[in-house]
């Protein structure tokens, strides 16, 4: 198996603490999967050439995709999970990862399984952001697990190599995460045996011409 860690946050520094809060759960859930003997690939927003306006992979001609993009699109295309890590904005996701992820077509995620996993500074651990992940990870096709993982006092819970902070009780740490990677594991094990017995893409193949093709008759 192999998965994609999106991180969804572009701040490279924030109060009360000079760290990104964001890498240190990225770097645990790297560490988690890894450990259970998933390969994992981290796509890091700030390492993805960003365009000065925005124009979506699928848009562009054949052979003028961006080679970034392009690059992207083929992992997000072969992996088997996804794992969408994101703070909260505004009872929402966070805009680095909406951004990011609005740059593909559905049809690169879907029939694939994701994991929602948000964390906050405070307390609520970006709860309700991962209540607003839910309906857009399954309108991409990549339906999340029903098990999530919030992480609350992010900066408290895990150190910048993203392990368990001492006092903190990383096994039952480990145990939570371990129940939502579980979930993930079983699925795109799911999937892939499902893909190798029948292509869904010749079955109910993506819309390509214009939005009309979702019309009811």
């Known amino acids: 198996m192999h998965y994609l860690v999106f991180l969804g946050s572009t701040r490279t520094e924030g109060a009360p603490r000079p760290t ?17 003997g998933v390969t994992t690939t981290l796509v890091d927003p700030l390492e993805v050439p960003r365009q000065a306006n925005f124009r979506p992979h699928f848009s562009y001609p054949k052979g003028r995709v961006p080679e970034a993009l392009e690059a992207l699109a ?11 890590i994101s703070p909260e904005y505004n009872h929402s996701l966070s805009p680095a ?16 399984p994701s994991a929602i996993v948000t964390y906050s500074a405070g307390q609520w651990g970006g709860a309700r952001a ?12 990549c339906l999340p697990v029903s098990a999530m993982i919030q992480v609350p006092r992010a900066g408290e819970v895990l150190t910048e190599a993203g392990t368990f902070s001492e006092g903190e009780d ?13 979930q993930l594991a079983w699925w795109a094990e799911a999937c892939r045996a499902q893909w190798a017995r029948r292509d869904p893409e010749a079955e109910a193949p993506a819309f390509q011409r ?8």
């Open 20 to 36: 990104r809060l964001g890498w240190r759960v990225a770097q645990a859930c790297l560490r988690l999967l890894e450990d259970s």
């Open 74 to 84: 083929g992992e997000i295309r072969s992996a088997d999970g996804y794992v969408m």
């Open 97 to 112: 990862l909406a951004d990011l992820l609005n740059h593909f077509g559905s049809s690169l995620f879907s029939y694939r």
């Open 130 to 141: 991962a209540v607003a992940m839910r309906p857009f990870l399954s309108e991409l096709g």
């Open 170 to 182: 990383a096994e039952a740490w480990s145990g939570y995460f371990g129940r939502t990677f579980s």
């Open 210 to 217: 214009d939005p009309s093709q979702r019309n009811a008759p």
